[in-house]
């Protein structure tokens, strides 16, 4: 739940380990945000992420472990991130791989990676984070994207077209959310 001047109070950070996701975990908990879950893959990033922003004033900081590859693990992660905290006012997909374009190109295995990750994983973490919103009737949906969906160039265009599927399906999934109080902000 919101406090009382629209501060988010809780916030799920998919991709916590990463530059912006812990730079944006660290201006929400400057804009009032008390309780934060970093996940990722990388737990020594995390943990040294937590206890910064617990430096910063959060008052309670998870870190938990996921995988955007592993879809199977997807829903029962979100569970239990739910279980832990309880309502979740922001989910914030800020993971992804650029992958190597030169490799991809040419092994479709690394270009499936980068989709299964960037696209595939991220579209399975958002359906069960979407249900979880709805259930508890409000909450944001925030995904980091990147200007290559629109615009996707030679040097990297798996990946771009990993952004670019994103990029329409969380248009649709905002399209569909309305009147829900769940809300879909593609950046």
């Known amino acids: 739940m919101k406090d009382s001047l629209g501060g988010v109070q809780t916030v799920l950070v998919l991709g916590g380990g990463s530059e912006i996701g812990l730079a944006t975990a660290r201006r929400l ?3 009032r945000t008390r309780i934060v879950i970093l996940a990722g893959r990388d737990t020594e990033a995390l943990q040294s992420g937590a206890n910064e922003l617990r430096r910063l004033g959060a008052t ?9 590859l592993n879809r199977d693990s997807h829903q029962s992660f979100i569970d239990e991130c739910w279980s832990t905290v309880g309502d979740i006012d922001l989910v914030l997909f800020a993971f992804g791989v650029l992958g190597d374009q030169d490799v ?4 479709s295995n690394e270009a499936l ?5 960037n696209f595939t994983g ?8 979407t249900e979880k919103l709805k259930a508890q009737g409000h909450g944001s949906i925030v995904v980091l994207s990147s200007v290559a969906g629109e615009r996707s160039r030679r040097s990297n265009f798996v990946y771009g ?5 994103l990029d329409a399906f969380c248009q649709g999934l905002g399209d569909s ?8 902000l593609i950046v």
Do not use: C, N, P, Y
């Not at 309670?60 to 955007?68: C, G, L, S, T, Y």
């Not at 991809?104 to 092994?107: T, Y």
């Not at 959310?177 to 879909?184: E, N, P, R």
């Open 104 to 107: 991809a190109e040419h092994d």
């Open 177 to 184: 959310l309305i009147g829900t109080g769940v809300h879909v």
């Open 60 to 68: 309670r900081v998870e870190v938990m472990q996921f995988d955007a």
């Open 122 to 129: 991220a579209v399975s973490l958002l359906i069960g984070s």
């Open 29 to 31: 908990v400057a804009d």
């Open 161 to 165: 077209a990993s952004k670019a599927g």
């Open 113 to 117: 990676r980068i989709i299964d990750s």
